[in-house]
């Protein structure tokens, strides 16, 4: 623009803006004197790098005109302060710096730039506040009445240059209130609701308790620079030593926490019992604790003590399901059976279900569901299509007899029992029962139509493609449906299919399941009953085996065979080492491996 050939141009906002200038340059000072029907303003700010700042405003024909101004440096404590901490010390500071003006004043605005403030400062009770820092700058704000508004911190612009370029030091009066904060404060705040002589208790016990008295005295005195220098019995205090003050219980004191009694060593016990009236589980007494008391360490106490109630635990509900356990797939048809008994009409049924191709045969036992029985039928059926590799069974008294044991053996099968009162360690047995029950209630018996529903079963496509019977014999069935002749089957891509189905099955299955931690040998455990579903009975597993299967001893000296899911770690009676003694003779737990020829074994089921 200074160059002789270069383009002024002179716009009218560019006339606006000399003119404005100067009407500020001709006008009288911009500061005013305050009035008291004015509407007030006080806008603060605080820098963690620099200091505070305040300007404290009133409307003049329309127009904001500074009444006051303050910016000071942070002390390196208060260089330490959370923002929110420091915000509320700037608001503080500017309130007790502008004290003549506004202690009286029916009302004035409150403005900063952090907006989680406001919530706080207009909505909170001191009482709901847990910051112990914010609680006395909000009692240091009393005398005043005001709203808190937010505003953007690029239209903040007064306060926030005050704030980022202070010039005065802090005074000593500054000073001197943040080293009684620091010190000690003893702020009241007891419920009205509770009763002097409800604490009177808490009080005598704290005078007693030599760690809680040293407490008091640092709470009073205040609390050294470092961990390491404070007394050994107060350092589990430590952490929480800024949310620790005295309330006062007529004309004593009592350590408080947030408003919660700090209960002694001795009361501990006494408390916990009381917390527990209600037999809730460990949120809840966590909860109602939480709401009165305090001690260190007073969550872990209060899931000790529910888990050794006898009362809850008796009463447990059973364990969450866990996730989908699925058994090899056999690698031929017919190599892995599922064998189970159901009653319908008064009448013994013997299902059979293969694992490879969902083929199910049914036998009528009429009232004879024995062992010779079952004997019979199987013998026909591995006659018919050759013997397995292996049977699944439940622990029914028919499977686990010696004359059962004696006929597996002949054949050369294993023989694998699932766990008492858990369906799904047998299945496909299961799911095949239910099947076969649905269709014979709705024959009515094992009649014809029957008959004709089982082969209409057996020749229905299973999610793979392919049918049981085709799975099993390599053709279609000829029922009452035309067919086209010749069509094969493909073991091995029908293999990848039923595979890739029950995969699936266990992806969806284990969304709703929890994994439950495997339990060693010697652990002592509580055993859910199958008559009261409740946990009363209680002993010590001996044995592990495959599928989440355990033995165990009870008490009363009879052995049980039960899932994972039914059953929960139990507490040792007081003064019993039992566990750490099994701890050294089984450092790991042992897993048995069934082989054949290790069926010759009794068992007790009650």
């Known amino acids: 623009m200074l160059q002789k050939n270069s383009c002024y141009l002179w716009l009218p906002e560019h006339e606006q803006a000399f003119n404005e200038a100067k009407r500020r340059l001709s006008s009288p000072p911009v500061l005013t004197y305050f009035a008291v029907n004015r509407t007030t303003l006080l806008a603060t700010d ?7 700042g305040f300007v404290l405003l009133q409307m003049v024909d329309g127009v904001w005109k500074p009444v006051q101004a303050g910016f000071r440096f942070l002390t390196p404590t208060e260089s330490r302060y959370a923002m929110i901490e420091l915000e509320a010390l700037g608001a503080c500071w500017a309130m ?5 003006f506004l202690r009286g004043l029916p009302h004035f605005k409150l403005v900063t730039d952090h907006q989680p403030l406001i919530p706080i400062l207009n909505s909170k009770g001191i009482a709901d506040v847990e910051n112990p820092r914010l609680q006395r700058l909000m009692m240091r704000m009393l005398p005043y009445t005001f709203t808190a508004e937010w505003i953007k911190g690029k239209d903040h612009l007064a306060a926030d240059a005050l704030s980022r370029f202070p010039v005065d030091e802090p005074c000593l009066e500054d000073e001197l209130c943040e080293l009684h904060a620091e010190a000690a404060v003893n702020v009241h705040f007891v419920d009205k609701s509770t009763t002097a002589s409800q604490l009177q208790g808490p009080f005598h016990h704290q005078q007693a308790d030599d760690t809680l008295m040293k407490v008091i005295h640092y709470v009073q005195i205040g609390w050294p620079e470092m961990r390491n220098e404070v007394d050994e019995e107060a350092r589990p205090f430590w952490s929480i030593r800024h949310n620790l003050y005295m309330g006062s219980v007529g004309e004593n004191s009592i350590l408080l926490m947030n408003g919660r009694t700090v209960i002694p060593t001795q009361q501990q016990k006494k408390t916990l019992n009381n917390l527990h009236e209600g037999h809730q589980g460990i949120e809840k007494t966590r909860r109602r ?3 009165s008391v305090y001690w260190p360490g007073m969550n872990h106490d209060i899931e000790e003590m529910v888990k050794r109630c006898s009362e809850c635990r008796t009463l447990l509900p059973v364990n969450s399901e866990e996730p ?6 056999p690698t031929r048809p017919w190599d892995k059976l599922g064998v189970d008994l159901y009653s319908l009409s008064d009448r013994d049924h013997l299902i059979v279900t293969d694992y490879f191709s969902s083929f199910t045969e049914v036998y009528d036992l009429g009232k004879d569901a024995t062992a010779p029985a079952l004997i019979k039928e199987l013998t026909q059926l591995f006659s018919r299509f050759g013997q397995p590799v292996e049977v699944v069974s439940d622990s029914g008294s028919q499977f686990i007899c010696k004359a059962f044991a004696t ?6 099968v294993i023989h694998t029992v699932s766990s008492p ?9 299961e799911a095949a029962v239910k099947n076969v029950k649905k269709l014979l209630k709705k024959c009515g018996s094992m009649n014809d139509q029957f008959w004709k529903g089982l082969l209409a079963i057996r020749n229905t496509p299973l999610l793979c493609g392919k049918s049981p019977a085709e799975l099993l014999l390599g053709r279609t069935l000829h029922d009452s449906l035309p067919r086209y002749p010749g069509r094969t089957t493909l073991h091995n891509e029908t293999k990848a299919k039923i595979l890739d189905l029950k995969k699936k099955d266990k992806d969806t299955y284990d969304q709703h399941t929890t994994p439950l931690p495997r339990l060693q040998t010697g652990t002592r455990v509580a055993i859910r009953s199958r008559v009261d579903s409740d946990w009363s009975l209680l002993g010590k597993i001996t044995e592990i085996k495959p599928n989440r299967t355990y033995i165990v001893l009870t008490d009363q000296g009879s052995t049980l065979t039960r899932n994972r899911r039914y059953l929960r770690p139990a507490p040792h009676p007081a003064g019993n080492n039992t566990s750490q003694a099994n701890d050294e003779q089984n450092p790991t737990p042992r897993l048995i491996h069934w082989e054949e020829g ?3 074994y009794a068992i007790h089921i009650i």
């Open 46 to 52: 605080a820098s963690r790098l620099h200091g505070l």
């Open 96 to 100: 007790k710096k502008c004290d003549m």
């Open 289 to 291: 604790a939480r709401d």
């Open 324 to 329: 989908l356990q699925q058994p090899p797939l």
């Open 407 to 412: 006929f597996v053996e002949s054949w050369n």
């Open 421 to 429: 009162t858990h369906a799904q360690s047998n299945g496909k047995a």
């Open 598 to 600: 290790m069926w010759d």
